[in-house]
């Protein structure tokens, strides 16, 4: 296998979003759970997504993992590898967007690293570096009370300062609108003033593609899905790749039981919940039990046991951001998270077990602790539910599933019936 590009992604639910970019422009893409093992069989492919659970851990233990997918990433061939962080740049002082960026960039011996997590497709957009949610700043935005990596400043070059032991600069919208060759420009001559990463504007979908042209030039990037189009549609211009069927179409129909679990707290998770009771079965846990103990694990697997036969259920331990301040207040921030996170990959293992092929999470952090339960080591990728959201088909492990990764703020206000009719 000989990689045209390799993308490390920080958590799960951003590198689905990252294949599913990656797939729509013609890339044969495969998304590995953790680095994947020598002997774990892979279809010849354009790029593969190993995905991390790297966002909110220790930073040491970030650039560890980080490094090692590198490794592995370079054995197979890859010349440049995308470092795929989320369109809200979810990270706090500590790291770890800074921290991995320096490591990635000194192994590379790049001199300065093209940092964007500009998605205008997702109505994300950096302006004088500042990100923006639509047409409202980061910090302004409902997106700023991220239960564990809240956002609280606009100014990437001055979030990414705070991370990096090196100056951070910035390519404004006035250097990109030139076009790639004002942007290498303006990289060499930060440069040479020192600056070891640049944050670059983008508001429309050409400023990606300039800014994809000009990071192939060099080992390495970083950014969200967003940078992913522009390097994907860079290799189609320099006649690399050919634009090619997604891997899982001539796979045959998996079937079996559903079931959807919800843990993100964002808003637009707790609207879908809503709009599910209408169609399914819905059941709300209470997070308080579940950081207790086990009585409200067996009380999700009875209600599911009832009706897994009869169709799809939702079982949602979502919560409004105020409720998962005060969780967070009396336990400890990732003592409650943790918790809750164990107790829906419990639930979701057990459905597994009860015949479940079909699998929806919505939430960072519970489809991670979700996929690594269930020991899935890859996916190849399907239909597109919703922007940034496609149908994985497992790969490596037993009788092949179906699953929709979700980010919390992803998909409209019927995302749960909307994966359900695409997943057959």
């Given at each position: 296998?000989?990689l045209q590009l390799g993308c490390?992604?920080?958590?799960?639910?951003?590198?689905?979003?990252?294949?599913?970019?990656?797939?729509?422009?013609?890339?044969?893409?495969?998304?590995?759970?953790?680095?994947?093992?020598?002997?774990?069989?892979?279809?010849?492919?354009?790029?593969?997504?190993?995905?991390?659970?790297?966002?909110?851990?220790?930073?040491?233990?970030?650039?560890?993992?980080?490094?090692?997918?590198?490794?592995?990433?370079?054995?197979?061939?890859?010349?440049?590898?995308?470092?795929?962080?989320?369109?809200?740049?979810?990270?706090?002082?500590?790291?770890?967007?800074?921290?991995?960026?320096?490591?990635?960039?000194?192994?590379?011996?790049?001199?300065?690293?093209?940092?964007?997590?500009?998605?205008?497709?997702?109505?994300?957009?950096?302006?004088?570096?500042?990100?923006?949610?639509?047409?409202?700043?980061?910090?302004?935005?409902?997106?700023?009370?991220?239960?564990?990596?809240?956002?609280?400043?606009?100014?990437?070059?001055?979030?990414?300062?705070?991370?990096?032991?090196?100056?951070?600069?910035?390519?404004?919208?006035?250097?990109?609108?030139?076009?790639?060759?004002?942007?290498?420009?303006?990289?060499?001559?930060?440069?040479?003033?020192?600056?070891?990463?640049?944050?670059?504007?983008?508001?429309?979908?050409?400023?990606?593609?300039?800014?994809?042209?000009?990071?192939?030039?060099?080992?390495?990037?970083?950014?969200?899905?967003?940078?992913?189009?522009?390097?994907?549609?860079?290799?189609?211009?320099?006649?690399?790749?050919?634009?090619?069927?997604?891997?899982?179409?001539?796979?045959?129909?998996?079937?079996?039981a559903a079931a959807c679990l919800?843990?993100?707290?964002?808003?637009?998770?707790?609207?879908?919940?809503?709009?599910?009771?209408?169609?399914?079965?819905?059941?709300?846990?209470?997070?308080?039990?579940?950081?207790?103990?086990?009585?409200?694990?067996?009380?999700?697997?009875?209600?599911?046991?009832?009706?897994?036969?009869?169709?799809?259920?939702?079982?949602?331990?979502?919560?409004?951001?105020?409720?998962?301040?005060?969780?967070?207040?009396?336990?400890?921030?990732?003592?409650?998270?943790?918790?809750?996170?164990?107790?829906?990959?419990?639930?979701?293992?057990?459905?597994?077990?009860?015949?479940?092929?079909?699998?929806?999470?919505?939430?960072?952090?519970?489809?991670?602790?979700?996929?690594?339960?269930?020991?899935?080591?890859?996916?190849?990728?399907?239909?597109?539910?919703?922007?940034?959201?496609?149908?994985?088909?497992?790969?490596?492990?037993?009788?092949?599933?179906?699953?929709?990764?979700?980010?919390?703020?992803?998909?409209?206000?019927?995302?749960?019936?909307?994966?359900?009719?695409?997943?057959?």
């Amino acid at each position: 296998m000989t990689l045209q590009l390799g993308c490390i992604a920080d958590d799960y639910t951003g590198a689905s979003d990252l294949a599913n970019t990656l797939t729509r422009q013609g890339l044969r893409t495969v998304q590995s759970i953790g680095v994947p093992a020598d002997d774990l069989a892979l279809p010849e492919v354009d790029a593969v997504v190993v995905s991390l659970k790297s966002r909110s851990i220790a930073a040491s233990t970030a650039v560890e993992k980080s490094r090692a997918a590198a490794q592995w990433l370079r054995g197979r061939g890859a010349k440049h590898l995308l470092f795929k962080i989320c369109s809200t740049f979810d990270s706090t002082d500590a790291g770890n967007i800074g921290p991995v960026l320096d490591v990635l960039r000194d192994d590379a011996g790049e001199a300065i690293v093209l940092v964007t997590p500009a998605f205008p497709e997702t109505g994300r957009s950096v302006y004088q570096g500042h990100l923006f949610v639509g047409c409202v700043p980061l910090h302004e935005s409902p997106l700023k009370d991220h239960p564990l990596n809240p956002m609280r400043d606009s100014n990437l070059v001055r979030v990414l300062g705070r991370q990096s032991r090196h100056k951070i600069g910035l390519i404004d919208l006035a250097t990109v609108a030139r076009g790639a060759d004002a942007v290498q420009a303006r990289l060499d001559e930060l440069a040479a003033c020192g600056v070891s990463a640049a944050i670059a504007d983008a508001v429309f979908e050409r400023d990606l593609e300039t800014l994809g042209a000009v990071a192939l030039r060099h080992g390495v990037s970083v950014g969200a899905s967003g940078l992913g189009l522009g390097l994907a549609r860079a290799l189609r211009a320099n006649g690399g790749i050919a634009a090619r069927a997604a891997l899982s179409e001539a796979e045959p129909a998996v079937g079996g039981a559903a079931a959807c679990l919800a843990g993100s707290c964002s808003q637009a998770t707790l609207n879908q919940i809503a709009c599910a009771e209408a169609v399914m079965p819905v059941l709300r846990l209470d997070p308080e039990q579940l950081i207790a103990g086990g009585a409200e694990v067996q009380r999700a697997l009875a209600f599911a046991r009832e009706r897994i036969g009869q169709g799809p259920l939702l079982i949602a331990s979502s919560t409004t951001p105020d409720q998962v301040a005060a969780l967070q207040a009396r336990h400890g921030r990732d003592l409650a998270g943790h918790a809750i996170e164990q107790a829906m990959a419990e639930i979701a293992a057990a459905l597994v077990d009860a015949g479940v092929r079909r699998l929806v999470i919505a939430g960072g952090e519970t489809s991670g602790a979700v996929v690594d339960r269930l020991g899935l080591p890859g996916f190849l990728i399907g239909a597109e539910i919703a922007a940034g959201v496609p149908v994985l088909r497992s790969v490596g492990a037993g009788a092949p599933m179906l699953l929709a990764l979700k980010s919390g703020n992803f998909g409209g206000p019927e995302f749960f019936t909307d994966a359900l009719r695409l997943m057959r």
